[in-house]
């Protein structure tokens, strides 16, 4: 019984991160598309932009569920505390292009708030 729980939950961490990479190759085509779509009815600078940002916000979404799949399958998996602190290397390095991502897409660190539209026309 605990063997089979194992295997299903294995099996489910590795759907979470094949969904993962689904994420970042579908929002890697959507976006490759609408940038193509919108190059020619915008600035260059303003699609590229936007194309940038989109993109980024497609890896990260990706890197999330990439990081979800791997502490499932580590975390009722792991055997050994070698295992434990390969899933630990791999969060930290995952987490930081995370951070250094969204610093890129949105212009601040993930815990900084957003400026609101009515602080930035003042």
Do not use: C
Not at 67 to 88: C, F, K, P, Q, Y
């Amino acid at each position: 019984m605990e063997a089979e729980f194992k295997s299903l939950i294995s099996v489910a961490g590795y759907a979470i991160e094949a969904f993962g990479v689904l994420v970042v190759i579908i929002g890697s085509i959507a976006t490759t598309t609408t940038f193509i779509k919108t190059y020619f009815k915008q600035t260059k600078e303003i699609a590229y932009k936007q194309y940038r940002r989109d993109l980024g916000r497609s890896i990260i979404l990706g890197l999330e569920f990439l990081i979800a799949g791997d502490i499932i399958r580590t975390v009722v998996v792991a055997n050994s505390l070698e295992d434990v602190g390969v899933l630990a290397l791999i969060i930290v390095i995952r987490g930081f292009l995370s951070m250094t991502l969204h610093l890129e897409v949105e212009g601040r660190w993930p815990w900084q708030p957003e400026k609101s539209s009515e602080s930035a026309g003042a």
